[in-house]
């Protein structure tokens, strides 16, 4: 199952953005969708989720006030709003779906996830 994430781009200190992922493949009712970004030299991080059905979300501490994960279950598309960005967020994007539900399971770790988008760069210039 291939992810696609888009909505990346370059963007000032302070600017917004809205990443967007989606799939043709399978729906996502029932499985969280996540959000993780990968800075140059840095490890994939979590950045935030959602529990599709239930619409529970979750982020990182780098991020919450700032960003909202939303998702439109008609066009089966997740949505990750950033605001208020600053260089830091400069990295590349990735969305993530598991196979399950993730019950009882964290869903920030990256383990957990078996589908992933291509990524899409965001860079926020100072």
């Known amino acids: 199952v291939q992810l696609q994430a888009s909505g990346g781009g370059l963007v000032q200190t302070g600017g917004s953005l809205r990443l967007s992922c989606t799939t043709s493949?399978?729906?996502?009712?029932?499985?969280?969708v996540g959000w993780f970004r990968q800075a140059p030299g840095k490890g994939r991080e979590f950045v935030a989720a959602i529990r599709w059905r239930e619409r529970i979300t979750f982020y990182a501490d780098a991020v919450k006030g700032r960003f909202t994960i939303s998702r439109d279950s008609a066009l089966n598309t997740a949505y990750l709003q950033m605001n208020s960005l600053n260089p830091d967020d400069t990295a590349v994007y990735y969305c993530?779906?598991?196979?399950?539900?993730?019950?009882?399971?964290?869903?920030?770790?990256?383990?957990?996830?078996?589908?992933w988008g291509q990524g899409t760069q965001v860079t926020v210039s100072s």
């Open positions: 993530a779906a598991p196979r399950g539900r993730l019950i009882n399971t964290s869903v920030s770790g990256p383990q957990y996830y078996n589908y």
């Open positions: 493949e399978r729906t996502f009712s029932g499985s969280p």
